[in-house]
């Protein structure tokens, strides 16, 4: 059975960083996509960073420049180092993958709280 287990949140300072970690089993976990979300309150979520299994990334606008995802293959993780966080990058984040044909694959989900 598929499990996404996410860790790392916490509570920061504005211009803080965090490192949020995703640790998956019952996958394959080398040949799949991975993607962090985000979810802050009364907002629907949103695609934070995804890297395929050949380590192209992407990120949102709204990250760029500030976050970085890695795999660790060995260690079936992903992670999301994030940096000069602001009080707009508090929310839930949520690790996810797709796996084709049976679907979504998500975690419980870690929060981060940026605040003085």
């Known amino acids: 059975q598929v499990q996404l287990v996410e860790s790392g949140g916490g509570l920061v300072q504005p211009g803080g960083s965090l490192r949020l970690s995703c640790a998956a089993s019952?996958?394959?976990?080398?040949?799949?996509?991975m993607r962090w979300y985000r979810q802050a309150p009364g907002k629907q979520r949103e695609l934070v960073a995804g890297?395929?299994?050949?380590?192209?990334?992407n990120y949102a606008d709204a990250v760029k420049g500030r976050f970085t995802i890695s795999r660790d293959n060995a260690k079936n993780t992903v992670y999301l180092e994030m940096t000069s966080l602001k009080l707009e990058d508090t929310a839930v984040y949520y690790c996810?993958?797709?796996?084709?044909?049976?679907?979504?694959?998500w975690g419980k989900g870690t929060l981060v709280t940026v605040s003085s």
């Open positions: 996810n993958t797709l796996i084709f044909p049976r679907g979504d694959y």
């Open positions: 019952g996958i394959i976990f080398s040949i799949y996509t």
């Open positions: 890297i395929t299994s050949g380590g192209s990334t």
